[in-house]
Every structure is written in C-alpha cells, then in structure tokens.
C-alpha cells in the first residue's frame, strides 16, 4: 500500500498552518502534500518537512489525484470546492461548518464515534471547536453512565475567529493599554478588557449559530438526537484555547472520583483536577497542547444525579486542525486493516 | 429629624473610594463624614464634597457617636469591629462576608427584599458582587413567575479581588505583550489573555467559597432556602464588570418577550436585547453604570419552563458600594417614615 497523496485547502490560515505542523509533528505518512488558499496566497512557500511547498489558488482541478483533501478553510469554500475534490476521488476531512449537518457526511470525533466514518460518501466533517472540547469531557462519562441534559457555558478565545483574531485582540490591548479608543472589524465589539456574547451569528429564538451547533453536533455525535443541552457562547480576550463550565445531569448518581477515574482512562483526556494545590484546567497551559484537560470536578447542585466540570482545549488544534488529522489517520488505519483483511 | 453621622472603613480601598463617589452624586444626607482605614492608611487625605477628610485608624471608639458605618473593608475587619461599631450605637451596612449567613443579620437588596431590613439587630450585610448580579436579573422574573432552579457561570473582573486586581492585571497584560513571564500575587495563576475558575478559596465538595456564596446568599435573599443553584466562578481579564450566563426553570411557561417586559419595569435594571442590533450587556460598557444590564434573554433548549439570559453589573457600584449606600438610604427612608407616624 502506497502512502496517501495530501492536500490542505486553506494551508496559510490559522487552522490550514496548524495541520501542516501536526502533520510533520506525527510522521504522517504521505506521498505528496499539495497546498491551496485563496488567490491572494498563490505563490507564498511554506516550509514542511524542511522543504519550501508553494501554495496554490484552490481550483478543481488541484485535487486531480488526491486520496485525502483537509479543508481548513471557511464554509462557502467547502460548500464550493468539496464536491469537486470528491469527484475527482478523494476523500474530504472538512473542518467548515458546511457539511456537518448533512445526514450523508459523518461528523467525527475519533476517540468518541470512529465507527461512523465507514457510512461516509466523500466528505468527513470535523465538529465544532467548542462541540469537541465539550465532548471530549463529556462522551466516556456519557458512555459510562447515560447523561439526561446539559448546560454548557464557554469562555472562547480569539483565535477561534481565525489568526485575524488574535492580531485584533492583541493590537485593541495595545490601544487600551494606551488608552486609545480600541478598533474592531473580526469581532462585533472590542474585545480587550472585554467579555462578548456572540460568537458568529445570531439566528432564531436569539441563539448564535454557535451556541446552535453545541446542540446539533453533540446530539448526532453521540447519537441522541432528543438530548436537552443548553449553551451561552461567549469570546473572552484570550488568544488560544476554549473553556467551558459545564453542568450535566446522569441517570445514576455518580461521585467525582467516578468521573475522574472515568477520564483519566479516556484517550486525548488529561484530568487536571487537585483543587488544594490550585491545579485545574487553565486557558494560558492547554494552548499547544493535544489532549483536552478537566478539572472542577463535583457535584452538581442543580441537577438529579448531577455533576459539574470545567474543560479547556487549544481550539487550533483538538478543537480544529489536530481532530482533522486524526480524522485522516483513522481513515488511513481502516483502509489498511480492510485491505489486510481483503 | 438631623441628617445621620457617617463612618466608612476601609476608605481607601477599591468598594471604599467608589462608596465615597457613589455619597457625594447621591447627594446622601449627612451631619458628619468620617473615614476609616488600617493603620498604613493613618493620616491620608481624601477630597469629599470639595474638602478633604482624613483617614485615621478604625477603631472602637472612633464609633462613637455614629449613626450609620459602613464597612468596606475585609472580613477580618467587619467580625471584629462591627460588634463594636454597634454597640456604640450605629447602624453598621457591612459589604464583606463575615455577617451575611448570620441568621439575626438581614442580607438586603433594596429593590428586592427590603423589608428584610426592620429585623436588623444593628448589622445589616450587603450581598456579594456575582450575587447581586444574578439577583437584580433573577427577582423580578422570580415574582412573576416562582423559579425552580438555577444554573450560573459568571466572568468576573479583576476588581472583584480589590484596587490590587486592577493593578496586577493591567502589569501582567504589560508584561505578557512584552513576551515577560507575568507575576502574581493577588491571583492564583496570571490573569492576563487567561480564564481561571477559582474565585476566593476552595471549601468542602470542590466549590469555592465563592460559588457556596452563590448558592446560600441567593436562597437567603429570595426566602428560598431549598432552591437547587450551581454555580460556576470564574474570573477573566476584565478590569471592571461581572457577567454572568443564567439558566433558569420557572414555574410556567414563559416567553422572551414577557421576561422583557418584567425586567423593564424593575428598578435598577436596563434592558439591552436587540440582537439583531448587536445590542446586549457587555462589562466595557456597564463598568461605572448604576444599574444591572440584562439581555441573550431566550427559551432555555434544557430547562422545562426555561429561560437562559446573560446580566452584566458594575461589581464596585452595585455590585458592592452601591448596594450599601442604598440600604443606607432605605434605613435613614424608613426611619423617617417611623417618625411621622410616630
């Protein structure tokens, strides 16, 4: 078996430049890697792998030949260009909002639903940022004891509106630290010194589209399409990594230690939780990193057979590009096991 | 009758100083004005009323005479000089934690439970800063319609921890732009560009004092002594304003606009939900505000009967200085109103 020929869609954004890191950081096997962006980008180099890659203007015709295209780019490119990647024979690992919804395309988080990567028709979408920093958390404890409804309350950083956000947060401090009127065009208000609720767009019953997709995504990734969840999404002025305080309700009791002891066997989970030495899940320690962390952990004083939790994920990468990747791996692994056992 | 003779103590402090503010806009009627602080402050200077007063060391006798001390100082503070204060004869508006469980001791909103105040046996407590946030959001619709539970995660400013918050936020901002590993002394990791959920300390069954204030603080006010509230506290970057995502369970149905219409005639809040105008509270705009601001107010996706809002506050003004400064101006209302009927 050949290793696979590779393309990222959207390789000089803040998600595309994160999976070219991953991608070299885990020895991904490739046999070639193509970079795409918009035509502003064309020619730009990129170094992987010590060598200089040129990026390309996405067009069609670019995936002539690919087995696996990411696409880390906004919606309106995926909707456009995905379908013209699948056509020409590759698979799809889609980190837009595009697709996810669309009962053809599986929306995967691979420690959590790999299984629905085989119903997939071309195109694979990877979840919201802060749907897998939720469900990371929440899936080995809902495997272990069936959860009932779930509140759900995020801190989001800049960057989950792309590296423009984080140069936009940066330079209002810099203006606010100066006391000058701080500018605004990636977020609908400054964001410095400042805490937002409205990440992306508002759309019926005064919900953001956000807070819309918490509730959709982790209802069809966890296969309970009636599942109550409630979420308030709000951007706070943190560059990297999303938190997000949250309170479910099980059908058994379940102690702390349970759930502790639950995810600390989970894959991609580090439990972060001694609250007499001041450790717990924080923003400023999850960025870089690959696991998502928990911490917090305790009763729930609202809730039957409740439990509270606070859980931190670097956005870029579980929450985007580090998902996507292992997306492709898994891909990659039932490939070769369905060609072993062929 | 003669205006009251007044003793604030902790002058110099953050929830101090804005007490002195908030006394002089009020134009609040006063025979004397005296200022009180730890020994460090003895003899500063401080203008009131275009002359300056100075700042001696709290205390016993210094109450002698006084009809009304406030205390704005720590809990340490309130439990050992506030008997004192009484027994010389005042009234003491205590804003620390020390006396608000105490069940002698009313714990006083004004606009909500101020007939709590004509069983005060010389303490009256003002709540906490994230409770009354919560509350001047959460008692209007609770009258209209009984609420049944609560859940709250709250984003609290810096100056929750004091004037010391302010500064070590704003220095640690500076040195994080500067690429500097930032210091903390006030904080129990560095603030700046970071989320951190441990506000105060740490207590029984992995909740903060500050999240058990939440709860006991909030039944108390309400005479709800079996409400089931979860809170999470977290504190972010934010000079001054708490906000706070609520979920609510009511009794009956009730719409968004209803909820509008109830808190828009409540006093001492504004309404600010217009989505579609990108209109909601924000802690940039509510800092140095009177009032509490709430909006996102829609049905809760979790919650039977639910309602989910967010409510932002001044924590110094309301949330602290405010709040005593009107339960002082309740008291001096309804003793004036004892003496005409007496």
């Not at 990371?136 to 956000?165: C, E, F, W």
Request: hydrophobic content about 40%; some cysteine; charged content about 25%.
């Amino acid at each position: 078996m050949t290793d696979p020929r590779v393309a990222i869609v959207g390789a000089t954004g803040a998600v595309g430049g994160e999976e070219l890191r991953i991608l070299e950081e885990r020895c991904f096997p490739l046999e070639e890697l193509h970079l795409f962006a918009s035509a502003q980008s064309e020619g730009v180099q990129v170094s992987f792998r010590g060598r200089n890659l040129t990026v390309h203007e996405a067009k069609p015709d670019g995936f002539a030949g690919m087995d696996i295209v990411f696409f880390a780019a906004g919606g309106g490119t995926s909707k456009a260009l995905a379908p013209e990647a699948v056509k020409r024979g590759a698979i799809v690992v889609d980190k837009s909002a595009a697709w996810r919804m669309d009962p053809s395309v599986p929306l995967v988080i691979p420690e959590i639903n790999p299984d629905d990567l085989d119903a997939h028709q071309g195109i694979i979408s990877s979840p919201n940022c802060s749907t897998i920093v939720l469900l990371m958390a929440l899936a080995p404890l809902h495997h272990a004891n069936p959860i009932r409804r779930v509140i759900v309350d995020t801190y989001q950083s800049a960057s989950g509106a792309g590296g423009k956000g984080i140069v936009e947060l940066i330079q209002q401090t810099r203006d606010a630290l100066e006391a000058k009127e701080p500018q605004h065009t990636t977020f609908p208000h400054p964001l410095a010194f400042n805490v937002v609720p409205h990440v992306e767009d508002f759309a019926d019953d005064g919900y953001t589209t956000e807070e819309i997709k918490m509730l959709n995504e982790t209802r069809k990734i966890l296969h309970l399409p009636d599942l109550p969840l409630s979420a308030t999404c709000v951007r706070v002025p943190v560059p990297i990594s999303h938190s997000e305080a949250v309170h479910m309700e099980m059908t058994y009791p379940m102690t702390p230690q349970e759930a502790r002891e639950v995810l600390s066997k989970a894959p991609g989970v580090t439990v972060q939780d001694d609250v007499a030495h001041k450790h717990y899940p924080l923003a400023r320690d999850a960025a870089g990193k690959d696991d998502i962390f928990v911490g917090r952990i305790r009763p729930d004083m609202a809730m039957d057979n409740g439990l509270a939790l606070w859980t931190v994920g670097d956005n870029l990468r579980k929450g985007a590009a580090l998902n996507a990747v292992q997306i492709a791996e898994e891909l990659v692994r039932r490939k070769a096991l369905l060609q072993q056992r062929g």
